[in-house]
Every structure is written in structure tokens, then in C-alpha cells.
């Protein structure tokens, strides 16, 4: 198999961008497999090598092409990112250079891909968090950047009307949600689940048990208070604007949130202040290290407006901690409720969410009972090898059938 795969950027600090590279780890490793990877950016994979520096192998590799990248505002970066892999990728196969079997995309980042996977459907996030980006409802100097992704929104969007309903494109969601929601808005008939997964031999229990106290002294959380993470790059749409109104109607326990993102914290400084929550809230940047977030709280808390899946929920399952998902999280589907987590029915619902944190820090127990529950059902089910072996199949059953056609 000559799989080219597809994809602005490759880390271990993103939910998508994580599950293309435990794959492709793995099918490198399969006899007769190579990987064509187009990419602007690469870190933490294993076996990449530069296509300008080696010669083309016919199996065991991971030859990455440099596309190159643009400054400037997102839009912009899409654009241009989208239109510069398409004519590298004309070029060299024009050129000779590449003679890929099958194109795979992580999200839409071409037009020409045989199989997407689907982590979002644009249509119904939108359809959630339109009133949030009404401008009526943000401040003059916040238009510029509302504006910005409305016109995002809206590319995606079309890109998804044009790419979603076309039967010859094979789509994989990571959860039942979101394949229910491409049958309901794109009539899509071609789709597999296959959901996400994570690393059962390093996120587990002893892992953050050994590293709970040196992580707690680094946020400067005591053993008295009751910690919370948020993990997220879109923290409007990780549905931190609820959380926080949930943590100002809980002031008089003592709770401490830890956001892990890479949105300007800025954006959030007008609602801390309005809710008096400078104190108890700590922002931070992404890290490889994503295992000192997690031995470092009690609780993680995922209010998503909407969301295909969240992996973050999954590694603190796996951790061993309580976690509070929202019903619009594809990884709620994979959560027994009051068993192995706690399911927030409506994501803006913030007195709700207020509730159950409140109930979660009461009763050390409950939280002892749910966590422990959590992590023996993902370390049992949840592993990146069967994801792997999942899609190895379903790209191999593609192939044929195109062959075949």
C-alpha cells in the first residue's frame, strides 16, 4: 500500500493530529506499506525522514513533503494551505516523483481524498454556536476576529456539502455522533466508525500517582483544594465560558482550574474579572508532557458545545479520574453515567455543571468508585493498536473496492 496522507500540520499536543501519527506509526511497520506524507509542520513521529533528503522506499517508511506555510490569521492559513498541497502534490505526481494508491485526510484538506476522517461536523457546531459569535452580543473590538470565523465557518461549511455527500468518498467518524449527524445533514452513506483511542501504557493511574505531588507543587495547587483541568485549542467551543460561570456559583469551596490551550488568554480576562475568578484559574500552553496536567488534578471537566469526540477525556479516564463529559462529546457514548464518568446533558447549562462539581468534591468516595471504573474499562478497550488495526483494514477494503470498480 502507497498511502499518501494529508494533514497541515503533524503533533502529539492535538486530538486529530495524535491519531494520524499513532496510525501511521503503525502502518509503517506493516510489510509492503509506505507513507507520503504532506505536511508543513512535523514533530514527536517517529521514522519521518525529509522526501528532498532520502530516496523513495517501496515499504517501512514515513517520507514527509515540506509544503511550505504563510503567516497571518487562520482563514488565510487554510486557504493557503489547502491550495499549496494540492499543487505540490500535482507537481510531483506530474514529475514522477509520487504514485500514492490511496489519498487519506485527516478533516478536509483537499479535494481529491478516497477516505476522510471526520472529527467535527462543521454544520452542527455552528448550528450550536452561532448566537456566540453574533456580533449583536460581542463588544465592537471583538468583531474582527467574530468575522474571521464566520467566513471560516462558512468555507468549511460549503467544503463539506461538496466533499461529505460524494459517495465515492469513504468517511470514518471517530464516534456514533458524528456519523449520525453526516447521515443527517449530507445523506453520507459511505461511513465507519472507528473511534479514537490513547496510550493504555502511559496514561494510567501509577503513572500519575507517582507524579501527582511534584505536578500539584508546579500549579501550585495544595492537597486541601479540589483541582479541575480543561484541555482544549477552541476553549469557546471546550465550553469554558460554562465552566467558569459554574465555578463562580461554587466561591465558597475550594476549587482551583487548570486550562491547558493555545487561544490568547486574554480573550477571558473581562469574565474572570467579572466573576472574581483571577484567583482560582490558571492558564497554560500546550506540552508533550500532556501526563503532568492530569497527575496534577482531581477532576477533569469537558462542557463541549460540540465536540466529535475529545480525547483529553479519554487519557484522564485512563488516568483514573472522575470526568465530567458533555452529552454533545462524541466520547460520551463510551461513558456509563454515575458509573465511569459524569454526563452534563446540556453543555450551557452551567448550574448543573455547578451541581455535579459540587456533588464530585463531597464525596471522595464517588470520586475514588468513578475513576477507577473509568480506567479499568479504556486500559481493557481503548488502545491505539486496535484503532490502528481498524483503519489498516478499512483503507486496505477501500483500495479493493476502487480497484475493483
Not at 521514522?47 to 514527509?64: D, H
Amino acid at each position: 500500500m502507497r498511502l499518501l496522507v494529508i494533514s497541515p500540520f503533524l503533533d502529539r499536543y492535538h486530538g486529530t493530529e495524535l491519531c494520524i501519527i499513532e496510525q501511521i506509526e503503525r502502518f509503517a511497520r506493516q510489510d509492503h506499506w509506505s507513507i507520503e506524507l504532506y505536511s508543513q509542520a512535523v514533530s514527536q513521529v517517529k521514522g519521518v525522514r525529509l522526501a528532498s533528503e532520502v530516496p523513495a522506499t517501496s515499504s517501512g517508511s514515513i517520507l514527509w513533503h515540506k509544503v511550505p506555510d504563510i503567516p497571518g490569521p487562520h482563514l488565510f492559513k487554510y486557504v493557503w494551505w489547502f491550495l499549496a498541497n494540492q499543487c505540490l502534490r500535482w507537481w510531483d505526481r506530474r514529475s514522477g516523483k509520487i504514485f500514492p494508491d490511496l489519498v487519506y485526510s485527516p478533516g478536509i484538506n483537499c479535494l481529491d481524498a478516497d477516505v476522510i476522517v471526520v472529527q467535527i461536523v462543521f454544520h452542527e457546531f455552528h448550528a450550536r454556536a452561532k448566537s456566540q459569535i453574533a456580533l449583536k452580543r460581542l463588544p465592537m473590538k471583538m468583531w474582527p476576529r467574530a468575522i474571521h470565523r464566520k467566513i471560516y465557518y462558512a468555507l468549511i461549511m460549503y467544503l463539506e456539502r461538496r466533499l461529505y455527500g460524494n459517495p465515492h468518498v469513504h468517511l470514518v467518524a471517530v464516534s456514533e455522533m458524528v456519523a449520525e449527524q453526516l447521515r443527517r445533514y449530507f445523506r453520507s452513506s459511505n461511513v465507519t466508525v472507528i473511534p479514537n483511542a490513547v496510550d493504555t501504557d502511559r496514561f494510567t493511574p501509577a503513572a500519575c500517582s507517582a507524579r501527582r505531588k511534584e505536578s500539584r507543587q508546579t500549579f501550585g495547587f495544595s492537597e486541601s483544594e479540589l483541582a479541575l483541568l480543561l484541555i482544549g485549542n477552541d476553549l469557546k467551543k471546550k465550553g469554558l465560558d460554562s465552566l467558569l460561570r459554574a465555578l463562580a456559583q461554587l466561591q465558597d469551596l475550594p476549587l482551583r482550574l487548570l486550562v491547558v490551550g493555545s487561544d490568547d488568554p486574554g480573550f477571558y480576562d473581562r469574565i474572570l474579572k467579572e466573576l472574581d475568578l483571577q484567583r482560582m484559574t490558571t492558564f497554560v500552553k500546550p506540552s508533550a508532557d500532556v501526563l503532568k496536567f492530569f497527575s496534577a488534578v482531581d477532576l477533569y471537566v469537558g462542557p463541549s458545545l460540540e465536540d466529535g469526540f475529545n480525547i483529553p477525556i479519554l487519557e484522564a479516564m485512563a488516568c483514573g479520574l472522575p470526568v465530567i463529559a458533555s452529552a454533545t462529546a462524541g466520547v460520551s457514548q463510551m461513558i456509563r453515567d454515575g458509573e465511569t464518568g459524569f454526563i452534563l446533558r446540556n453543555p450551557r447549562d452551567h448550574t448543573q455543571l455547578a451541581n455535579f462539581i459540587r456533588r464530585i468534591y463531597s464525596d471522595r468516595s464517588l470520586r475514588m468508585q468513578t475513576g477507577e471504573a473509568a480506567s479499568r474499562y479504556v486500559l481493557a478497550n481503548c488502545g491505539w493498536d486496535e484503532n490502528a488495526e481498524r483503519t489498516r483494514e478499512l483503507l486496505e477494503n477501500t483500495l479493493q473496492q476502487m480497484r475493483k470498480n
